[in-house]
């Protein structure tokens, strides 16, 4: 009858006000009622990101695993030698994609619950010769977030460097990474999660050296072939609705500020892990990589990840589970996009139902609460 609360890293919650542009009738999308839609989605992402001017984005239909491949098709070939950063699932995935694209890939694996240092990395690129190094800025997967932004400053600017391509499909726009402070050359985002619409749409924003790097024979990609879409162009139908959807969420965006947002998801982070530290879930990764968005938690002592996940779903609520190495041991909390601390809250009273402490660790994170708000007054 009601739907479920979510708290999950993707999907997530979408505002009232995105379903309601979702609703906006059909028309033409090569017609005059579309080309505002068109043209706002991409003025509005370079605003959102910074985007240099010789830079471009690309909206295309697909999750967000069709514009990390995309991202693999349209700026290496078939035997390009790049480095594969992977922390997690997703880092794996990713590697896997370029794998599949017939990329000669190395993998410098970091371990689950890590994040990898900008110094590797940058002595990784110097003792070999890459033609790019794909990264995941937050993993999903153990709720670590990489220190991309740092990265992106350290990277070497001149000569014939290596790309710096970053998949932030549940990082931005929920946690900083912006191409003024953190200049990478492709950044992949996706709809379903900080966008705050549903999934599919795939979102790419590039450098204007990633733009002149781009193999010039089309051998491999067809439909996602990026080029008319940097043109600013629609080859194909687009996914109107959600366009429609996508240009309202950037307007919420940038209404809320890249500050507030940020600041906002920090918080949602800190409740969280202060309710599992107080409430017997630990918090699975150390506190300076802890993501903004998802948190992974331990369970009490004698419950399952299983368990735990049933017995909130039976009270109304979606959390994650475990992947991989975790996927028996761990729980995840998604708080990414239009989550407040209030509907946050809510979802851990719920949790609070398995904890050995339930009082004691909503007053905990309701304390995290109460010290923002004096810190900042409301974040909403
Ligand atoms: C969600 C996610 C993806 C893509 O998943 P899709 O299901 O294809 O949208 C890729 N990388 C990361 C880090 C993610 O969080």
Redesign the pocket.
């Given at each position: 009858m009601f739907p479920p609360d979510i708290l999950l890293?993707?999907p997530t919650p979408v505002p009232t006000a995105i379903e309601q542009a979702m609703l906006t009738p059909m028309s033409d999308h090569r017609g005059q009622l579309f080309q505002p839609i068109h043209d706002g989605v991409y003025d509005k992402l370079g605003i959102l990101f910074q985007l240099p001017q010789d830079g471009a984005a690309a909206v295309i239909p697909?999750?967000?695993?069709?514009a990390?491949e995309a991202a693999v098709q349209n700026f290496f070939a078939p035997n390009d030698r790049v480095l594969a950063v992977t922390t997690g699932a997703?880092g794996q995935?990713?590697a896997e994609a370029a794998r599949a694209m017939d990329l000669e890939v190395e993998e410098m694996a970091v371990p689950w619950g890590s994040a990898f240092t900008v110094e590797e990395v940058l002595d990784r690129i110097h003792r070999a010769s890459y033609r790019g190094v794909l990264v995941?800025?937050?993993?999903?997967?153990t709720g670590v977030t990489n220190p991309v932004v740092e990265l992106a400053r350290h990277w070497p600017r001149a000569g014939d460097r290596p790309l710096l391509v970053v998949?932030?499909?549940?990082?931005v726009p929920s946690i900083p990474l912006t191409f003024d402070e953190a200049p990478v050359d492709v950044l992949i985002a996706?709809s379903?999660?900080g966008f705050m619409c549903p999934?599919g749409l795939g979102i790419l924003l590039v450098s204007g050296y990633a733009l002149k790097k781009r193999p010039t024979t089309r051998r491999g990609r067809f439909y996602f072939d990026l080029a008319p879409y940097f043109d600013r162009q629609l080859p194909y139908t687009p996914a109107v609705s959600l366009w429609y959807g996508l240009h309202q969420a950037l307007d919420l965006l940038l209404q809320e500020g890249a500050s507030r947002r940020w600041a906002r998801h920090r918080l949602l982070a800190s409740m969280t892990r202060r309710f599992g530290e107080v409430g017997g879930f630990s918090p699975l990764v150390a506190e300076p990589i802890a993501s903004a968005t998802v948190t992974a938690l331990g369970v009490p002592t004698g419950l399952t990840p299983q368990a735990v996940r049933a017995a909130v779903a039976a009270r109304g609520l979606q959390i994650a589970g475990g992947m991989g190495p975790w996927a028996k041991t761990a729980i995840r909390i998604g708080h990414v996009g239009a989550v407040t601390p209030q509907a946050l809250f809510g979802g851990l009273a719920v949790l609070a139902h398995l904890s050995p402490r339930p009082t004691e660790a909503l007053a905990a994170a309701w304390d995290v609460w109460r010290q923002a708000a004096q810190d900042s007054g409301p974040s909403r």
């Amino acid at each position: 009858m009601f739907p479920p609360d979510i708290l999950l890293p993707g999907p997530t919650p979408v505002p009232t006000a995105i379903e309601q542009a979702m609703l906006t009738p059909m028309s033409d999308h090569r017609g005059q009622l579309f080309q505002p839609i068109h043209d706002g989605v991409y003025d509005k992402l370079g605003i959102l990101f910074q985007l240099p001017q010789d830079g471009a984005a690309a909206v295309i239909p697909s999750s967000g695993t069709g514009a990390l491949e995309a991202a693999v098709q349209n700026f290496f070939a078939p035997n390009d030698r790049v480095l594969a950063v992977t922390t997690g699932a997703f880092g794996q995935r990713f590697a896997e994609a370029a794998r599949a694209m017939d990329l000669e890939v190395e993998e410098m694996a970091v371990p689950w619950g890590s994040a990898f240092t900008v110094e590797e990395v940058l002595d990784r690129i110097h003792r070999a010769s890459y033609r790019g190094v794909l990264v995941t800025h937050n993993e999903t997967s153990t709720g670590v977030t990489n220190p991309v932004v740092e990265l992106a400053r350290h990277w070497p600017r001149a000569g014939d460097r290596p790309l710096l391509v970053v998949d932030s499909i549940s990082g931005v726009p929920s946690i900083p990474l912006t191409f003024d402070e953190a200049p990478v050359d492709v950044l992949i985002a996706a709809s379903q999660k900080g966008f705050m619409c549903p999934p599919g749409l795939g979102i790419l924003l590039v450098s204007g050296y990633a733009l002149k790097k781009r193999p010039t024979t089309r051998r491999g990609r067809f439909y996602f072939d990026l080029a008319p879409y940097f043109d600013r162009q629609l080859p194909y139908t687009p996914a109107v609705s959600l366009w429609y959807g996508l240009h309202q969420a950037l307007d919420l965006l940038l209404q809320e500020g890249a500050s507030r947002r940020w600041a906002r998801h920090r918080l949602l982070a800190s409740m969280t892990r202060r309710f599992g530290e107080v409430g017997g879930f630990s918090p699975l990764v150390a506190e300076p990589i802890a993501s903004a968005t998802v948190t992974a938690l331990g369970v009490p002592t004698g419950l399952t990840p299983q368990a735990v996940r049933a017995a909130v779903a039976a009270r109304g609520l979606q959390i994650a589970g475990g992947m991989g190495p975790w996927a028996k041991t761990a729980i995840r909390i998604g708080h990414v996009g239009a989550v407040t601390p209030q509907a946050l809250f809510g979802g851990l009273a719920v949790l609070a139902h398995l904890s050995p402490r339930p009082t004691e660790a909503l007053a905990a994170a309701w304390d995290v609460w109460r010290q923002a708000a004096q810190d900042s007054g409301p974040s909403r």
